[in-house]
Nanobody, 125 residues
Framework: QVQLVESGGGLVQAGGSLRLSCSAS????????MGWFRQAPGKEREFVAA????????TYADSVKGRFTISRDNAKNTVYLQMNSLKPEDTAVYYC??????WGGGPKQGAYDYWGQGTQVTVSS
């Protein structure tokens, strides 16, 4: 069993930055890739970024490439999402998720078996 808890969301002006954290319970954290997804009001949940089990590989949605950075600290069982140059269209609930493998799930939501409860990010114009 894995529990994921996101934090770090909030209200920020356009152009600002936020860093989201996702803390995981259980020793299995370091053996799996992790991902961040988001869901805006009235829209489907979409992929944001993913990172491999040791952090050596990452992938991003085109909409956030160059602005967001995913990283992880396996000693702390935590994955991060640094978000810079935020835009109003980044407003959403952000979720972290655990992959079922060390790498490869990427944007495929079916590849993730545990999800956090989400943290709200609101970007004002």
């Amino acid at each position: 069993q894995v529990q994921l808890v996101e934090s770090g969301g909030g209200l920020v002006q356009a152009g600002g930055s936020l860093r989201l954290s996702c803390s995981a319970s259980g020793r299995a954290f370091s053996s799996y890739a992790m991902g961040w997804f988001r869901q805006a009001p009235g829209k489907e949940r979409e992929f944001v970024a993913a990172i491999s089990w040791r952090g050596g590989s990452t992938t991003y949605a085109d909409s956030v490439k160059g602005r967001f950075t995913i990283s992880r600290d396996n000693a702390k069982n935590t994955v991060y999402l640094q978000m810079n140059s935020l835009k109003p269209e980044d407003t959403a609930v952000y979720y972290c998720a655990k992959d079922t493998s060390r790498w490869g799930g990427g944007p495929k939501q079916g590849a993730y078996d545990y999800w956090g409860q989400g943290t709200q990010v609101t970007v004002s114009s």
